[in-house]
């Protein structure tokens, strides 16, 4: 079998969320080619050749893949796509635009969002908001998949030492082009890849609070998450948001303040491996899920909490 | 200018879902449902462009079977104009509906499609971009804003890392993210004039499109439940355990 891997990156380096879907491919078991579409992508062509298991690189440099506008890289990986047993790329939002477009175009389905791999043609995936956990098998002849990267622990970024193949398909469908972005700018760690996360909800009551987060964040090295709530009413923008329609996040410490724990919610941040809530109201049903409950004002709770993590 | 907004129907987003004794499924037996979210969204979006006097007729469609009619009922009663369902005793997989949409799209020629980005059951996310490959339509995937401009569809989406604004030539497809608009409700008067509507059906038969399912569902269970924590009286208890017991700090 053969296995290509669509790899997030941000045309310099490769984003964490590749190695996850690496570590799936592994799993099925074949030889793993990573195709690296982007627009002076060298730097990330490079270390995708670096990443543990990988046999081969392929990239594809050119103007009409900059924006990964879904259009363009999803007729190149039709293109190429013909070759491989399956073809994965991560859950991320480029995956998530891009991957289903090039499986209609190969005339096959996708599976969405794997969280384990039973065999190379069953898998398994959350359904109804992660509130049940579904066991597919696809018999179609490529397997396209979207890897929930929180199933799967990333690989190692270095060890290996693929050939890189230059691709001159130029696949420029003409029909879209990129207006503008506006990207967060941050030093702290990306949610989805951070160890802790510490996250706001509606109790934060308005953006200016979120602060008292972000000072506790920069102690512990987290990343700060919000509510769908929170999002909604305007105290931080979008990317922040962890949930199931946001992103789906899995560290080894959650925080959630102030949050109540609406079912949505919950599905992006359940499977955390230990739980904090924070919440004046004991009926909360984050506290369900929670390995640790405090049940207080979280404005009185927070400085103390930043005072006491820093001794 | 045209708008087709393909609709859902799914359990209420309210219910709290169980797996059945079998783990064949999950139990939709006498369970309440509804509009898929998403989808009520780009239904309000749609009848939006066309209060503003840009779009001219807003067409609902559904596929599946003949229950599915309340769904489009609904989307008639907050403003759509007329409905189209196509009936399917088969469980649709998304590229069959894909397919099915194709269809559509060539007999009503729209020159904008609004659906929802996932339906919240299979939370699958692909029907709109699969639609996008078949009729070689550019899409706009998780959409917080639409402007149509000379000519093009402005697409704001809600990326990892913020937000993106792309560019789409007409005809396109865009699909829908929470943030795009907060859905009216639907009068008392107009889900009365929503009974009158023209509703058209077709089988998957008339629209010549196989939709014999390639993935097939071997078992559903519950997630792993998560064994109850404890509550700590103080903020000098939490960061004691943290430290020394989680030992995650």
Same mark, same amino acid.
């Given at each position: 079998?053969?296995?290509?891997?669509?790899?997030?990156?941000? /045309?310099?380096?490769?984003? +964490?969320?590749?190695?996850?879907?690496?570590?799936?491919?592994?799993?099925?078991?074949?030889?793993?080619?990573?195709?690296?579409?982007?627009?002076?992508?060298?730097?990330?062509?490079?270390?995708?050749?670096?990443?543990?298991?990988?046999?081969?690189?392929?990239?594809?440099?050119?103007?009409?893949? @900059?924006?990964?506008?879904?259009?363009? +890289?999803?007729?190149?990986?039709?293109? *190429?796509?013909?070759?491989?047993?399956?073809?994965?790329?991560?859950?991320?939002? /480029?995956?998530?635009?891009?991957?289903?477009?090039?499986?209609?175009?190969?005339?096959?389905?996708?599976?969405?969002?794997?969280?384990?791999?039973?065999?190379?043609?069953?898998?398994?995936?959350?359904?109804?908001?992660?509130?049940?956990?579904?066991?597919?098998?696809?018999?179609?002849?490529?397997?396209?998949?979207?890897?929930?990267?929180?199933?799967?622990?990333?690989?190692?970024?270095?060890?290996?030492?693929?050939?890189?193949?230059?691709?001159?398909?130029?696949?420029?469908?003409?029909?879209?082009?990129?207006?503008?972005?506006?990207?967060? %700018?941050?030093?702290?760690?990306?949610?989805?890849?951070?160890?802790?996360?510490?996250?706001?909800?509606?109790?934060?009551?308005?953006?200016?609070?979120?602060?008292?987060?972000?000072?506790?964040?920069?102690?512990?090295?987290?990343?700060?998450?919000?509510?769908?709530?929170?999002?909604?009413?305007?105290?931080?923008?979008?990317?922040?948001?962890?949930?199931?329609?946001? %992103?789906?996040?899995?560290?080894?410490?959650?925080?959630? +303040?102030?949050?109540?724990?609406?079912?949505?919610?919950?599905?992006?941040? !359940?499977?955390?491996?230990?739980?904090?809530?924070?919440?004046?109201?004991?009926?909360?049903?984050?506290?369900?899920?929670?390995?640790?409950?405090?049940?207080?004002?979280?404005?009185?709770?927070?400085?103390?909490?930043?005072?006491?993590?820093?001794? | 200018?045209? #708008?087709?907004?393909?609709?859902?129907?799914?359990?209420?987003?309210?219910?709290?879902?169980?797996?059945?004794?079998?783990?064949?499924?999950?139990?939709?037996? /006498?369970?309440?449902?509804?509009?898929?979210?998403?989808?009520?969204?780009?239904?309000? @979006?749609?009848?939006?462009?066309?209060?503003?006097? *840009?779009?001219?007729?807003?067409?609902?469609?559904?596929?599946?079977?003949?229950?599915?009619?309340?769904?489009?009922?609904?989307?008639?009663?907050?403003?759509?104009?007329?409905?189209?369902?196509?009936?399917?005793?088969?469980?649709?997989?998304?590229?069959?509906?894909?397919?099915?949409?194709?269809?559509?799209?060539?007999?009503?020629?729209?020159?904008?499609?609004?659906?929802?980005?996932?339906?919240?059951?299979?939370?699958?996310?692909?029907?709109?971009?699969?639609?996008?490959?078949?009729?070689?339509?550019?899409?706009?995937?998780?959409?917080?804003? #639409?402007?149509?401009?000379?000519?093009?569809?402005?697409?704001?989406?809600?990326?990892?890392?913020?937000?993106?604004?792309?560019?789409?030539?007409?005809?396109?497809?865009?699909?829908?993210?929470?943030?795009?608009?907060?859905?009216?409700?639907?009068?008392?008067?107009?889900?009365?004039?929503?009974?009158? %509507?023209?509703?058209?059906?077709?089988?998957?038969?008339?629209?010549?499109?196989?939709?014999?399912?390639?993935?097939?569902?071997?078992?559903?269970?519950?997630?792993?439940?998560? !064994?109850?924590?404890?509550? +700590?009286?103080?903020?000098?208890?939490?960061?004691?355990?943290? %430290?020394?017991?989680?030992? #995650?700090?």
């Amino acid at each position: 079998m053969s296995i290509l891997v669509v790899a997030e990156h941000d /045309n310099s380096s490769i984003k +964490v969320a590749t190695l996850n879907a690496v570590a799936a491919a592994q799993q099925i078991g074949g030889d793993i080619a990573v195709l690296v579409a982007g627009s002076n992508c060298a730097g990330a062509a490079e270390a995708a050749s670096k990443i543990n298991g990988v046999v081969k690189v392929l990239a594809a440099d050119n103007a009409a893949y @900059e924006h990964m506008l879904a259009e363009n +890289v999803a007729a190149l990986i039709a293109q *190429i796509g013909t070759q491989y047993s399956h073809i994965l790329a991560p859950a991320t939002s /480029n995956g998530k635009n891009i991957l289903p477009r090039a499986a209609a175009l190969l005339d096959v389905s996708q599976v969405s969002d794997i969280i384990a791999v039973i065999d190379a043609e069953t898998f398994k995936r959350p359904i109804y908001a992660g509130n049940a956990i579904a066991t597919v098998k696809s018999t179609d002849s490529i397997k396209v998949i979207t890897v929930r990267t929180t199933g799967f622990d990333a690989v190692a970024a270095e060890g290996g030492s693929a050939a890189t193949e230059s691709l001159d398909i130029v696949a420029d469908a003409g029909i879209s082009s990129f207006d503008k972005e506006e990207l967060a %700018k941050s030093d702290r760690p990306e949610l989805t890849s951070a160890g802790i996360v510490i996250s706001g909800g509606r109790g934060m009551q308005n953006g200016e609070n979120f602060e008292h987060l972000y000072k506790i964040a920069d102690i512990l090295g987290a990343a700060v998450g919000a509510s769908r709530a929170a999002v909604d009413a305007g105290f931080v923008p979008n990317d922040m948001q962890v949930g199931q329609t946001g %992103k789906i996040v899995a560290p080894d410490l959650y925080i959630a +303040v102030g949050i109540s724990g609406a079912i949505q919610h919950l599905a992006g941040m !359940k499977d955390s491996k230990v739980i904090v809530a924070i919440n004046k109201d004991e009926e909360a049903p984050i506290f369900q899920v929670a390995d640790y409950g405090l049940v207080a004002d979280l404005f009185n709770v927070l400085p103390e909490f930043e005072q006491l993590i820093q001794q | 200018m045209k #708008v087709l907004v393909p609709v859902k129907r799914v359990i209420d987003y309210n219910v709290k879902v169980r797996v059945k004794s079998d783990q064949s499924d999950v139990d939709l037996a /006498n369970v309440k449902m509804a509009l898929n979210p998403f989808c009520e969204i780009a239904v309000e @979006e749609a009848v939006r462009l066309k209060e503003k006097g *840009i779009a001219t007729e807003v067409i609902a469609v559904s596929l599946g079977t003949k229950v599915c009619q309340e769904q489009i009922r609904t989307a008639l009663a907050l403003g759509a104009d007329r409905g189209i369902l196509v009936e399917s005793e088969v469980a649709l997989q998304p590229l069959a509906i894909a397919k099915l949409l194709k269809a559509i799209v060539d007999k009503e020629q729209p020159d904008l499609i609004i659906m929802g980005k996932q339906a919240i059951d299979q939370d699958n996310n692909q029907t709109g971009q699969m639609l996008g490959a078949l009729t070689n339509m550019p899409q706009g995937t998780f959409a917080s804003e #639409v402007k149509i401009e000379d000519g093009k569809a402005h697409v704001t989406r809600e990326v990892d890392g913020g937000l993106q604004t792309v560019a789409l030539n007409l005809p396109a497809i865009v699909t829908t993210d929470l943030r795009l608009n907060e859905p009216r409700y639907a009068s008392l008067p107009n889900i009365m004039k929503a009974k009158k %509507k023209q509703l058209d059906i077709f089988t998957t038969e008339e629209l010549g499109v196989d939709v014999t399912p390639t993935v097939t569902t071997l078992e559903v269970e519950p997630p792993a439940d998560r !064994k109850a924590g404890i509550i +700590v009286e103080s903020v000098a208890e939490l960061v004691d355990k943290l %430290k020394n017991e989680a030992k #995650v700090i």
